[in-house]
T-cell receptor
Framework: DAGVIQSPRHEVTEMGQEVTLRCKPI?????LFWYRQTMMRGLELLIY????????DSGMPEDRFSAKMPNASFSTLKIQPSEPRDSAVYFC??????????????FGSGTRLTVV | AQRVTQPEKLLSVFKGAPVELKCNYS??????LFWYVQYSRQRLQLLLR??SRESIKGFTADLNKGETSFHLKKPFAQEEDSAMYYC?????????????FGSGTQLTVLP
């Protein structure tokens, strides 16, 4: 398995533009998580899915952020419109559910977003 | 509420010296605890989990329920251990699997 795959690796965009980040979880993992990493706040959970259904999106900072998981092998995180304070590294992670809970997460390589 | 505290943002040790990265937690129930490592500009990787009582890359971590700690230790640090280390535990027991991470400790091993 290639692990959790995120694209793009780097994204530079202008303020006000729409940004879409993509994630392919590990096959067979039924949980998918989106995290944001910044120097100031460390790792923040934005949203997570179980069996493609959003379970908790309380970490999504504003309505400008939205996430979808149309099927078990694909998820997107969209920011519209983007702002400079959204600049961060966005990580996707997947894991198996309860019963195999001690595996922890497998993270993707992250998308480094810069909004200018 | 479940919380993870890593009191040191930065930690520097010399090569060959012992290293201990501190992690304290608050959790209702029996916690599962993890250490993740992030080498420079790379993805976070699971380093070890307390349930398996393993030693990875010479690192160990013992759960101390009395002190609510899960400190990461290595007797002889190597330069390649320089990285960001995160302690993590589930935000809730049961089927919810989201982890909450500490703020991280940047370890620098000096030559």
């Amino acid at each position: 398995d290639a692990g959790v795959i995120q694209s793009p690796r780097h994204e530079v965009t202008e303020m006000g533009q729409e940004v879409t980040l993509r994630c392919k979880p590990i096959s067979g993992h039924d949980y998918l998580f989106w995290y944001r990493q910044t120097m100031m706040r460390g790792l923040e959970l934005l949203i997570y899915f179980n069996n493609n259904v959003p379970i908790d999106d309380s970490g999504m900072p504003e309505d400008r952020f939205s996430a979808k998981m149309p099927n078990a092998s694909f998820s997107t995180l969209k920011i519209q419109p983007s702002e400079p304070r959204d600049s961060a590294v966005y990580f996707c992670a997947s894991s198996r559910g309860q019963g195999q809970a001690n595996y922890g997460y497998t993270f993707g390589s992250g998308t480094r977003l810069t909004v200018v | 509420a479940q919380r993870v505290t890593q009191p040191e943002k930065l930690l520097s040790v010399f090569k060959g010296a012992p290293v201990e990265l501190k992690c304290n937690y608050s959790y209702s129930g029996s916690p599962e605890l993890f250490w993740y490592v992030q080498y420079s500009r790379q993805r976070l990787q699971l380093l070890l989990r307390h349930i398996s009582r393993e030693s990875i890359k010479g690192f160990t971590a013992d759960l101390n329920k009395g002190e609510t700690s899960f400190h990461l230790k290595k007797p002889f640090a190597q330069e390649e251990d320089s990285a960001m280390y995160y302690c993590a535990l589930p935000m809730a027991s049961g089927s919810a699997r989201q982890l909450t991470f500490g703020s991280g400790t940047q370890l620098t091993v000096l030559p």
